[in-house]
């Protein structure tokens, strides 16, 4: 299955993205790329550790972290915000960001100078359905965010989330994602949500339960044993998943072969209070029903 993480990357989803190289590992490689980084930069220069990092955000989400990869439906814009940063994490003004289109997507702007902060702000017309890659370059380094367009989104991006959760199936036995979705939230010592559990989401830590979504790849293989199971399909990550309560962490005992369809995994469910990725919720010893 060809570069399955790029078709699949979310717009809602950055903030766990963005934290973890394990959940980014492969998805662009290159003998010239920052493999420690995992972040598809290219290093155009001899000195890395010297180099100046560019990062891009969702205008709209900025808060969750950053994206390398986007999926949207080809009658809707894309909003990004770049950032042009030195080695020590200062902003780089003045500077020129270029930005392209492999296919040739529309682009408001295909060259911005920074702002006083680093910043530059573009929109994107994604009128070619299929996969895209939009090449940002600047500083002497050039990063790649993977760009995958549909004809026809998964329902409306203002959709209510509850409205597009009717869609799973009734299965017998399985945690209601209303349960663990109906949960308090503060900001945490990591930047990001933590969680403010009920009594009835307690009950289930460290207990075997039962689990209904849809599968969102961590990495480029047909068969995965870590990934995310999402209340919502894949395609519709780029307008929801709402935040971390709508998707938990799976670890399962042998591979689970992808598919756009739910399914049922069953695990031992462990709540997460405090952690760095911004997750809730994880299934270990998980295994598809």
């Not at 780089?92 to 392209?100: F, Q, V």
């Not at 935040?243 to 469910?269: H, K, L, Q, W, Y």
Request: glycine share 8%; hydrophobic share 35%; proline share 6%.
């Amino acid at each position: 299955m060809q570069t399955l993480m790029n078709r699949l990357s979310p717009k809602r989803l950055a903030w766990i993205l963005a934290l973890s190289t394990v959940m980014l590992g492969g998805c662009w490689s290159s003998q010239n790329t920052d493999s420690a980084s995992g972040s598809g930069e290219v290093r155009s220069g001899s000195d890395r550790q010297a180099a100046p990092t560019i990062r891009v955000y969702m205008a709209e989400f900025q808060e969750f972290g950053e994206v390398v990869g986007i999926t949207a439906a080809s009658d809707e814009f894309v909003d990004l915000r770049m950032r042009l940063e030195a080695a020590d994490g200062e902003p780089l003004p003045d500077a020129e960001l270029k930005i392209s289109s492999l296919v040739g997507n529309e682009l408001s702007d295909e060259s911005l100078p920074t702002d006083k902060d680093g910043w530059v702000d573009i929109r994107i017309r994604p009128r070619l359905p299929g996969e895209d890659v939009l090449t940002f370059t600047g500083g002497g380094i050039s990063k790649q965010v993977s760009l995958y367009i549909t004809d026809d989104a998964y329902g409306h991006p203002m959709e209510h989330l509850a409205e597009r959760a009717v869609d799973l199936p009734e299965v017998e036995g399985v945690v209601p994602w209303q349960t663990m979705t109906d949960i308090g939230t503060r900001e945490g010592r990591h930047g990001l949500l933590e969680p403010i559990f009920t009594s009835d989401v307690r009950e289930l830590h460290g207990k075997d339960v039962r689990i209904q979504g849809f599968m969102l790849p961590l990495d480029n293989s047909d068969r995965q044993q870590h990934f995310l199971l999402s209340r919502t399909p894949p395609s519709c990550f780029y307008c929801l998943p709402g935040g971390p309560e709508n998707v938990v962490e799976v670890r399962t005992e042998r591979p689970v072969e992808f598919s756009f369809d739910p399914m049922v995994i069953a695990g031992r469910m462990e709540l997460l209070e405090d952690s760095e990725l911004g997750l809730f919720y994880r299934l270990s010893n998980g295994k598809k029903e």
